[in-house]
């Protein structure tokens, strides 16, 4: 059930709010994902599936470009067997599309029109795609840096683009204003509803693997990915399908490290910090909405929250191609952060390989 993290309320379908409309709480699952093995469809494709984890409304239809299913590529690095879970080879490049399809639907359901969202580049394609799918007239917010392959893929959508001066919180603010005049926020950031698509990575692992995997590395911005693989690894404990819940490992840019920061402290959730400039955009979140949740996540798990230096991120980028994998610059961080925890994680290893490398520039 989807609800309001502080008072409780039940999410007003009918109003689709970013944030609860009587305190101004965030929304969330609440008590968590359910995952019943029973309940898998196998001849639905991808990630629908799962469908009956995803809490949709039954009369919701599904919007969908085939999205998940993706593969897992072992690679021995180290002297160690690591598998590298290639959400690039999603729909539109990266792992944000298992989540769009989930929202789109239930956007769709709720007779949803028109949207918007904010986007430093993956997500906004993503909305920009599934909008379309849905017949949904879409509006994205971007930082005027944001990456000509990123916005011409926005663009081809269909989606208006509005590109904002000065750093990625700007576009954030300005997006907000247009919430004020009464749009709705499709937000990944805010919104929780695609974090049970996001769920389906975990359960696709268990599946590919037959257990749990010993460590889990990825970026982590905002924490929606994050999030939502520990949410779906969650559901498969309670349901008795794991005995454990992987390592979760967090990787984010030094530039703009605000979970790293907290992590290295006693405290509960980030405090703000400068925001950075890093090739890894996707992660150059100074302020994430979800960081209370993801640091009490990685800190359950056994994890930990790790940052990296920006030659690093281009080193990872060389060392993930020699492998054949060709990732963005944000996806890169992996590298770095299996460099720094693979003699101490138990395997296996996963690597989560976010976005195709076709997306930088």
Same mark, same amino acid.
């Given at each position: 059930?989807?609800?309001?993290?502080?008072?409780?309320?039940?999410?007003?379908?009918?109003?689709?709010?970013?944030?609860?409309?009587?305190?101004?709480?965030?929304?969330?699952?609440?008590?968590?994902?359910?995952?019943?093995?029973?309940?898998?469809?196998?001849?639905?494709?991808?990630?629908?599936?799962?469908?009956?984890?995803?809490?949709?409304?039954?009369?919701?239809?599904?919007?969908?470009?085939?999205?998940?299913?993706?593969?897992?590529?072992?690679?021995?690095?180290?002297?160690?067997?690591?598998?590298?879970?290639?959400?690039?080879?999603?729909?539109?490049?990266?792992?944000?599309?298992?989540?769009?399809?989930?929202?789109?639907?239930?956007?769709?359901?709720?007779?949803?029109?028109? @949207? #918007?969202?904010? $986007?430093?580049?993956?997500?906004?394609?993503?909305? =920009?795609?599934? /909008? !379309?799918? +849905?017949?949904?007239?879409?509006?994205?917010?971007?930082?005027?840096?944001?990456?000509?392959?990123?916005?011409?893929?926005?663009?081809?959508?269909?989606?208006?683009?509005?590109?904002?001066?000065?750093?990625?919180?700007?576009?954030?603010?300005?997006?907000?204003?247009?919430?004020?005049?009464? @749009? #709705?926020?499709? $937000?990944?950031?805010?919104?929780?509803?695609?974090? =049970?698509?996001? /769920? !389906?990575? +975990?359960?696709?692992?268990?599946?590919?693997?037959?257990?749990?995997?010993?460590?889990?590395?990825?970026?982590?911005?905002?924490?929606?990915?994050?999030?939502?693989?520990?949410?779906?690894?969650?559901?498969?404990?309670?349901?008795?399908?794991?005995?454990?819940?992987?390592?979760?490992?967090?990787?984010?840019?030094?530039?703009?490290?605000?979970?790293?920061?907290?992590?290295?402290?006693?405290?509960?959730?980030?405090?703000?910090?400068?925001?950075?400039?890093?090739?890894?955009?996707?992660?150059?979140?100074?302020?994430?909405?979800?960081?209370?949740?993801?640091?009490?996540?990685?800190?359950?798990?056994?994890?930990?929250?790790?940052?990296?230096?920006?030659?690093?991120?281009?080193?990872?980028?060389?060392?993930?191609?020699?492998?054949?994998?060709?990732?963005?610059?944000?996806?890169?961080?992996?590298?770095?952060?299996?460099?720094?925890?693979?003699?101490?994680?138990?395997?296996?290893?996963?690597?989560?390989?976010?976005?195709?490398?076709?997306?930088?520039?």
């Amino acid at each position: 059930m989807i609800q309001c993290r502080s008072c409780h309320k039940p999410f007003p379908i009918d109003q689709f709010p970013h944030r609860c409309p009587d305190c101004g709480g965030l929304f969330g699952f609440s008590p968590g994902l359910e995952f019943i093995l029973e309940k898998i469809k196998p001849h639905l494709p991808g990630i629908w599936r799962y469908r009956s984890e995803f809490s949709l409304p039954d009369e919701a239809p599904l919007i969908s470009l085939g999205e998940g299913n993706t593969p897992l590529v072992w690679s021995t690095v180290y002297d160690k067997k690591i598998g590298f879970k290639m959400e690039s080879q999603n729909p539109t490049g990266s792992f944000k599309d298992r989540g769009t399809a989930v929202l789109m639907s239930w956007l769709k359901a709720a007779g949803v029109q028109e @949207a #918007v969202e904010d $986007s430093s580049g993956n997500a906004g394609a993503s909305f =920009a795609a599934y /909008a !379309s799918r +849905a017949g949904i007239q879409g509006k994205v917010f971007i930082p005027a840096s944001a990456s000509g392959p990123k916005r011409q893929q926005i663009e081809s959508y269909g989606s208006r683009v509005i590109p904002i001066p000065g750093p990625r919180s700007n576009a954030a603010e300005a997006v907000l204003k247009e919430v004020g005049s009464g @749009a #709705v926020y499709a $937000s990944h950031a805010y919104l929780p509803h695609g974090t =049970a698509g996001i /769920a !389906s990575i +975990a359960y696709e692992l268990f599946e590919e693997i037959g257990s749990a995997p010993g460590t889990v590395i990825m970026p982590v911005g905002h924490g929606s990915l994050l999030l939502g693989v520990y949410l779906g690894f969650q559901a498969l404990l309670e349901a008795g399908s794991i005995t454990r819940i992987p390592h979760l490992i967090g990787v984010q840019a030094a530039a703009c490290a605000p979970l790293y920061e907290v992590f290295q402290t006693d405290n509960l959730e980030p405090n703000p910090v400068p925001e950075g400039k890093t090739l890894a955009a996707g992660v150059g979140i100074s302020d994430p909405y979800h960081g209370k949740e993801v640091l009490a996540a990685v800190r359950r798990s056994g994890g930990s929250i790790l940052k990296v230096e920006e030659s690093e991120i281009l080193t990872g980028q060389t060392q993930l191609a020699k492998l054949g994998l060709y990732v963005e610059m944000t996806s890169a961080l992996v590298w770095s952060g299996l460099e720094q925890v693979y003699e101490r994680m138990p395997g296996p290893i996963i690597c989560i390989i976010t976005g195709h490398g076709l997306k930088n520039g």
